[in-house]
């Protein structure tokens, strides 16, 4: 199915067929509220014409495990087995073979909905965290000429503090690494069809949308809203996932690190020559007593050094070996629109 523009009359423009992407893992609890809010948002949206009818909510399944893909099938083929009753069928969904993190998740809906035709797209978690009304004012500056529009959060309460200590630190150190991020801003945003488009482009496996969407350069503006407590189950992201996100982050945007270590290298260098000439003299000198303490404590200190030296590098090389085998990001097995194995 595809957006069915028609040309509009001179001078008359158009409701933009908006996609709302979601991506899911696991999200049976919240997929009934969630599609419920999102429907009627919709639905008020075509009342005011600020959207065309065939926009439609797409979720991605990433390979849950759970009633997820059934629940969104049913959406598509039956809204009220939902006790939905959406104006228009709204709902569509892709199916990934294998859970594959959120990011490809996200970017396979995006690519989808431009396949589909849409003129715009806006991604937001299942979890009901994004406040769907913002929506309409990320329309509205669309409409007013920016192409991205991002959802920025007015404030972190909801967060841990542990969340909101470590994501002020990683804000911080993206910016000192030199990448263009914008605070505050999870992946609820507003993308118009020129910069997915621009998004198409970018091939590379090591995803981090939230650095590759500022660096595309367009036209952006934000809109702010209160991010609320996830609305049921628990966070699809654990403390190894974010983690793992934060290294693919630093990783895909900054060869920073790797200077870092030689510039370690260099440093250790230096030090060891003042060592050498220091330990020669006390020979000389006749002052050769066991040192022990201080042999340990190097040994210790240049072996720590090394390792990390070398897992640094280790995570560039091992980035460097996905990236050349070239593998697809994910395999959409099956659409509410076809049972095809493959998706077609
Ligand atoms: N998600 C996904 N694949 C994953 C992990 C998460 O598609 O492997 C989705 C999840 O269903 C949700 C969004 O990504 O819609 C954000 O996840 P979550 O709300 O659990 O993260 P948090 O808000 O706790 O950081
Ligand atoms: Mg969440």
Not at 38 to 65: M, P, Q, T, Y
């Amino acid at each position: 199915m595809t957006c069915d523009r028609q040309a509009p009359a001179s001078g008359v423009s158009t409701a933009p067929c908006l996609y709302v992407v979601v991506p899911c893992y696991n999200e049976e609890e919240v997929l009934p509220e969630a599609s419920r809010r999102l429907s009627d948002k919709l639905d008020s949206l075509l009342d005011r014409a600020l959207i065309s009818e065939d926009s439609r909510i797409l979720f991605v399944n990433d390979g849950s495990r759970d009633r997820t893909w059934s629940m969104i099938r049913a959406l598509h083929d039956d809204p009220s087995s939902m006790g939905a009753a959406p104006a228009r069928p709204w709902f569509t969904g892709i199916c990934f073979a294998h859970n594959e993190g959120h990011q490809n998740a996200l970017y396979a809906g995006l690519m989808e909905a431009l396949d589909r035709g849409c003129d715009c797209s806006v991604s937001l978690d299942a979890d009901l965290q994004d406040d769907v009304d913002a929506i309409d004012e990320m329309l509205a500056k669309h409409a007013g000429g920016a192409e991205i529009v991002y959802g920025v959060r007015s404030n972190r309460d909801t967060d841990t503090a542990f969340k909101r200590g470590t994501a002020g630190m990683f804000y911080d150190l993206m910016a000192w690494l030199g990448v263009e991020m914008v605070s505050n801003c999870a992946d609820y945003r507003l993308m118009g069809r020129r910069s997915l488009k621009a998004l198409a482009q970018y091939t590379e496996v090591n995803l981090f949308l939230r650095g590759i969407v500022p660096a595309l350069g367009f036209t952006t503006d934000v809109v702010y809203y209160a991010r609320a407590e996830r609305f049921a189950g628990e966070s699809k992201y654990p403390l190894k996932k974010m983690v793992l996100f934060a290294l693919e982050g630093i990783t895909s945007f900054s060869i920073k690190p790797i200077r870092w270590v030689t510039m370690l290298g260099l440093v250790s260098l230096v030090v060891s020559l003042a060592m050498m000439i220091y330990t020669l003299v006390q020979a000389l000198a006749g002052r050769v007593v066991a040192g022990w303490s201080s042999l340990m404590i190097s040994i210790w200190f240049v072996g720590g050094l090394v390792m990390v030296s070398l897992g640094v590098v280790g995570e560039y090389v091992g980035r460097i070996y996905l990236e050349c085998k070239g593998r697809p990001r994910y395999i959409v097995v099956e659409t509410t629109e076809s049972d095809g194995v493959d998706g077609d």
